[in-house]
């Protein structure tokens, strides 16, 4: 059984860098063909995909965040982690790690998400 659980801190002031971290269980961020994702949930809208790593380390990321994104990972951990620099209060939201089963959106596995909110 795959699990994935995200961590990282609650609560990060305008403009300054939101670091989280996916930490996965069950199985390897390695292991052919699986995509590990990052989505959030701004308050009151529906899910925003930000970007994926692949399991083979390639990045890819949603065109509007991507001047603001960066994914990476630590095997040894078998952790991937976000950046999002620059963040204002737009930018609150519950924020998920999922692994994507063939990198065309089919999430099956989720962590249970983390709020985090922008504020000064």
């Known amino acids: 059984q795959v699990q994935l659980q995200e961590s990282g801190p609650g609560l990060v002031k305008p403009s300054q860098t939101l670091s989280l971290t996916c930490t996965v269980s069950?199985?390897?961020?390695?292991?052919?063909?699986?995509?590990w994702s990052w989505i959030r949930q701004p308050p009151g809208k529906g899910l925003e995909w930000m970007g994926a790593l692949a399991y083979e380390g390639s990045n890819y990321y949603s065109p509007s965040l991507k001047s603001r994104t960066s994914i990476s990972r630590d095997t040894s951990k078998n952790q991937f982690s976000l950046q999002l620099s620059s963040v204002t209060p737009e930018d609150t939201a519950v924020y998920y790690c999922a692994r994507d089963a063939n990198g065309w959106g089919t999430f099956d596995y989720w962590g249970q998400g983390t709020q985090v909110t922008v504020s000064s």
């Open positions: 069950g199985g390897s961020i390695t292991t052919s063909y699986y995509y």
